[in-house]
Every structure is written in C-alpha cells, then in structure tokens.
Nanobody, 123 residues
C-alpha cells in the first residue's frame, strides 16, 4: 500500500498562490487514484480534487473549479495541487489520500492518508 506524504503548505495573502505536493513513499502512484481533501477546524473533511493515475479527467469540487489544478509529476511518484486566487475560506489542513480504483469524492473510500499540511490564507 502506497503511503502519501504532503508538503508545500504555508501562509499566503488572499489572491495568492501555493502548490502542494503529494509524494508516494516506497511505491509509485500507478494503479491508484489520488485525491486532495481539506478540513477546517470544527468542520467535516471536504473533497477538493482527484485524479486517476491511469487516465481520465480530473474531478474538482465546485468551490475550487477554475482556481485549483491537480496534476501528475513525471516520475509517477508525485501529485501536485496548484492553488491560485486563494481565498480566506480556503484555509484548512489539506490531506492527500489514495485508493484503488476510480476516483471518488467520498473520503471514506480512500484507504491511505498523509499527515496533512496547513494552508492559511489571510484577508
């Protein structure tokens, strides 16, 4: 089972950009779907974006469409989340997760999670 590890969070002003990375430990992301989720204090874990390593288009939450882009790295061991035009409501801990099979927006279907990385957007 591949274990994802996130990096790239931080503090940014509203309107700014950040790129999060999700790296696969020990194995590649081949045959997996990779999803990004986020969780703000006191709220549920929400879907952000996901893609299948084997192909197909990416899937995005309505709240991030047109601002965030999920993409694969060339070495099959990294997935990126490019976040542009950030808003204060994007503030959360962002998690990378993997699952076998097609992408899903349901966090309960993902069976391996990273430790999370904090993203804070100031107004």
């Amino acid at each position: 089972q591949v274990q994802p590890v996130e990096s790239g969070g931080g503090l940014v002003q509203a309107g700014g950009s950040l790129r999060l990375s999700c790296a696969a430990s020990e194995r590649s992301f081949t045959s997996y779907s990779v999803g990004w989720f986020r969780q703000a204090p006191g709220l549920e874990r929400d879907f952000v974006a996901a893609l299948s390593w084997s192909g197909g288009s990416a899937t995005y939450a309505d709240s991030v469409k047109g601002r965030f882009t999920i993409s694969r790295g060339n070495a099959k061991i990294t997935v990126y989340l490019q976040m542009n035009s950030l808003k204060p409501e994007d503030t959360a801990v962002y998690y990378c997760a993997v699952k076998i099979g097609p992408v899903s927006t349901d966090y309960q279907t993902y069976n391996a999670w990273g430790q999370g990385t904090q993203v804070t957007v100031s107004s």
